[in-house]
C-alpha cells in the first residue's frame, strides 16, 4: 500500500477530532475530485512501519477520536487488504477509536469483503458534481451514504447515520 499523507486533528473527515491516512490509488476517478492526485495506485510513498508509528502515535492522543481512511478509495483492489488489515490492528490497539473509510464503492458491492466489520462508518458512493452539497455533514454530494457498519451487518439492513 502507497499513501498521500498522514493528517493529524482533523474536524473534516468524520466525527470528533481525528486522523486521516490518504491512500493512493482510485479507479471511480470522479469528476472535480478533491484529490486527482492519488488517483495513480504508483503515486505517493511507501506505508511501512515508520509511517504505522506515526499513525499510531498520532492515534495515541486521548483527544482523538479515531481514524479516517480516504484516499484515492482505500477499497482499491490494490489497497483493500492492507487497509482492512492495518483497521483490524488499530481496533484491537486502540479499542475505543472509531474507523471511518471513504470510498466509491458501494455498500452492496463491498459488504462481504474480509475485515469490513472492522470499520464502525463506511461512506459510500461516487463523488458526483452534479449532486455536490456543501450543507451535508461528512460527504461531498448527496448521493453518497454515511453508513454505520456494526448495525448494518448485524441487521443485514443498511442503517443510514446521517
Known sequence: MRYHNITKDDML???GLRVVLWVAGCTHKCKKCQNPETWDINSG???????????????????????TFS???PLHPSNRDDVLLLA?????KFPTKTIWLYTGFLW??????????????LV?????????????????????RIIDVKTTLRN???KILY
Open 45 to 67: 510513498i511507501p506505508f511501512d512501519s515508520s509511517a504505522k508509528e506515526e499513525l499510531f502515535d498520532a492515534l495515541s492522543q486521548d483527544y482523538v477520536s479515531g481514524i
Open 88 to 92: 483490524k490492528e488499530i481496533k484491537e
Open 124 to 144: 459510500d458512493g461516487e463523488f458526483l458534481e452534479e449532486l455536490k452539497d456543501i450543507n451535508l455533514p461528512w460527504v461531498g454530494s448527496s448521493n453518497q
Open 156 to 158: 443485514k439492513q443498511i
Open 13 to 15: 473527515n468524520g466525527d
Open 108 to 121: 452492496e458491492e463491498i459488504f462481504q469483503i474480509s475485515n469490513i466489520e472492522q470499520l464502525d462508518v
Open 71 to 73: 484516499g484515492g478509495d
